[in-house]
């Protein structure tokens, strides 16, 4: 079983910036993928950034080049650096993590992006 909180979410003119965090803890011998998935009210849960172990990325055209993801695998950590958000951005925002025993969400974190 593994454990992801996330951290980092708010309250966010269009135009700004956020930084999530996520955390990951339990049973993990290693980490394959980690990456943010999000949830806006109404529509159906969407990947918006994967990043392996060895760095290689990949993220929805909906984010074009607004979002970073990266990893710390010494702390098993995963960051999603997002910028110029738009209201469209507004989601509740999954941590996600892939390990031998499977897949795994956090809770999430809410971002919500005003005009």
């Known amino acids: 079983q593994v454990q992801l909180v996330e951290s980092g979410g708010g309250l966010v003119q269009a135009g700004g910036s956020l930084r999530l965090s996520c955390a990951a803890s339990?049973?993990?011998?290693?980490?394959?993928?980690m990456g943010w998935y999000r949830q806006a009210p109404g529509k159906e849960r969407e990947l918006v950034a994967l990043i392996t172990r060895g760095g290689i990325t990949n993220y929805a055209d909906s984010v074009g080049g607004r979002f970073t993801i990266s990893r710390d695998n010494a702390k098993n950590m995963v960051y999603l650096q997002m910028n110029s958000l738009k209201p469209e951005d507004t989601a509740v925002y999954h941590c996600?993590?892939?390990?031998?025993?499977?897949?795994?969400w956090g809770q999430g974190t809410q971002v919500t992006v005003s005009l």
């Open positions: 339990g049973t993990i011998f290693s980490i394959n993928r």
């Open positions: 996600y993590t892939q390990v031998f025993s499977g897949n795994y």
